[in-house]
């Protein structure tokens, strides 16, 4: 029984993993044209740990997400490759404006994303 629990919970994982793709993926195609693809990988990963482990009250610190990045034995590590993100100068803010529904200009995401023909990262 618990093996079937462990496989049941890794293949939602994996679901979710490839919705969050498609939806990030009009952002991706840029940054990787323009950054390396270390760090699109850290951009994704952080996406996913932001959405996995952040609550509201108690945010994430730039510390706390290197852990979710790489083994908790690596957080260093895992934290300088965000930094080493967020540093980067080959990318910014305007590079996400420039993508239809980033800024905030339409709803993304759940049953409006349906209804628009995209795919919602969460069912």
């Not at 930094?83 to 990318?91: G, I, M, T």
Request: with cysteine; aromatic share 4%; proline share 7%.
């Amino acid at each position: 029984m618990y093996d079937a629990e462990t496989r049941e919970a890794a293949q939602v994982a994996d679901a979710v993993h490839e919705r969050l793709l498609r939806f990030l993926h009009p952002l991706l195609t840029p940054l990787d044209d323009r950054i390396d693809h270390r760090l699109v990988r850290t951009f994704v990963g952080t996406v996913e740990a932001i959405i996995c482990y952040r609550n509201r009250p108690h945010g994430l610190l730039l510390s706390e997400l290197g852990p979710y990045l790489l083994e908790p034995e690596h957080a260093p590590a895992g934290t300088k490759r965000l930094s080493n993100l967020l540093r980067c100068a080959k990318w910014s803010s305007q590079l996400i404006a420039q993508v239809p529904g980033a800024a905030g200009d339409q709803p993304s995401g759940g049953a409006g994303a349906a209804r628009r023909g995209g795919t919602p990262v969460v069912g």
